[in-house]
């Protein structure tokens, strides 16, 4: 895919949500172009899709690759939401930088 310079989140809310109770992360593997990129994961929880993420923003550079990866004790969520595993109503990536990106298999652990 192509990304904005100013970055984007990929993603989609799910038909039904996600039980991740066993999980303890989340990860995707990432193959930059010919730019860097920066790779972000978020959820979003619960019937109002409240959005909780991580903040890590960790960086690839050009034609490299790298596995994101974001622990569930790492993200957070707005003061009076809770991360419940068995509720996960979204996944999103986030990437940047204009280049063209690979992102595959996005997965939890």
Same mark, same amino acid.
């Given at each position: ?28 593997? *990432?193959?930059?172009? $010919?730019?860097?990129? !920066? ?6 929880? /619960? #019937?109002? &899709? ?32 809770? *991360?419940?595993?068995? $509720?996960?109503?979204? !996944? ?6 204009? /280049? #063209?990106? &690979? ?7």
């Amino acid at each position: 895919m192509s990304t904005p310079v100013a970055g984007n989140w990929f993603g989609r809310p799910l038909a039904t949500p996600l039980d991740l109770t066993g999980a303890t992360m989340l990860k995707f593997d *990432l193959k930059a172009g $010919d730019a860097g990129t !920066v790779g972000e994961i978020a959820v979003q929880v /619960g #019937e109002a &899709f409240s959005w909780c993420q991580g903040g890590l923003w960790t960086w690839t550079n050009a034609h490299s690759s790298r596995t994101i990866t974001e622990r569930f004790d790492q993200i957070s969520c707005p003061t009076g939401i809770t *991360l419940d595993r068995s $509720d996960i109503r979204a !996944v999103w990536v986030f990437l940047n930088t204009g /280049g #063209e990106v &690979f992102i595959d298999n996005i997965r939890a652990e």
